[in-house]
């Protein structure tokens, strides 16, 4: 049982590249979700789902994009990377709307 | 919109003193959860509590829910070197799905041996 698996762990983009952080949970989570870390600003969650099929946004969705095709994998996409978007992303899923969330070990992602 | 406010943002102790983080919300919440976060780590769940007034305990750590589910708190008895990282605690909003689950800010706790 893997839990939330987050890749890559690392990754360094240049201004204006796309990229796809990926997640996977092996737990048959309806609800999955996605973090941004940054000092001092605690977790700021950018874009959630509640199902296969259905996303919707969070505090900080912009210049980010998600989908929900399968269960199992909730990846985020960034568009056009900006060095504002460098921060540490977690992926969480969790088995109701109000239940404890299970972190992914994160993806530290530089912009520069 | 909705806030979570947690205090204090750092607190240094020796160890073997004690610790207490608190949260703080306007309206009132559905539950509260707390998180823990080792350096270098991810949030790992600790408690979730739900009733109006609860009292957890988990070894040393101590958790309270207030009577009007607006405020919640984190204490730590005799700290250990153990114990370093941050706590958040996140409140759960009535009405609310998975997008209403809003993360104070965190406190970051560190203790000296």
């Known amino acids: 049982n893997a839990g939330v698996t987050q890749t890559p762990k690392f990754q360094v983009l240049k201004t204006g590249q796309s990229m796809t952080l990926q997640c996977a949970q092996d737990?048959?989570?309806?609800?999955m979700s996605w973090y941004r870390q940054d000092p001092g600003m605690g977790l700021r969650l950018i874009h959630y789902?509640?199902?296969?099929?259905?996303?919707d946004q969070g505090e900080v969705p912009n210049g980010y994009n998600v989908s929900r095709s399968t269960t199992e994998d909730f990846p985020l996409r960034l568009l056009s990377a900006a060095p504002s978007q460098t921060s540490v992303y977690f992926c969480?899923?969790?088995?109701?709307?109000?239940?404890?969330?299970?972190f992914g070990n994160g993806t530290r992602l530089t912009v520069t | 919109g909705q806030q979570v406010m947690q205090i204090p943002q750092y607190q240094h102790v020796q160890e073997g003193e004690d610790f207490t983080t608190y949260c703080n919300s306007s309206?009132?919440?559905?539950?509260i959860q707390w998180y823990k976060q080792r350096p270098g780590g991810h949030p790992v769940f600790l408690i979730q509590?739900?009733?109006?007034?609860e009292v957890k305990k988990q070894k040393r750590l101590t958790f309270q829910f207030g009577e009007a589910k607006k405020n919640s708190s984190l204490h730590i008895t005799a700290t250990q070197t153990t114990d370093v990282g941050t706590y958040f605690c996140a409140g759960v909003y009535y009405g609310g799905s998975q997008g209403n689950l809003i993360f104070g800010k965190g406190t970051k706790l560190s203790v000296k041996p």
């Open positions: 969480a899923s969790s088995y109701s709307d109000r239940g404890r969330l299970h």
């Open positions: 789902s509640v199902g296969a099929g259905i996303t």
């Open positions: 737990m048959n989570h309806e609800y």
């Open positions: 309206t009132t919440l559905s539950n």
């Open positions: 509590l739900v009733k109006s007034g």
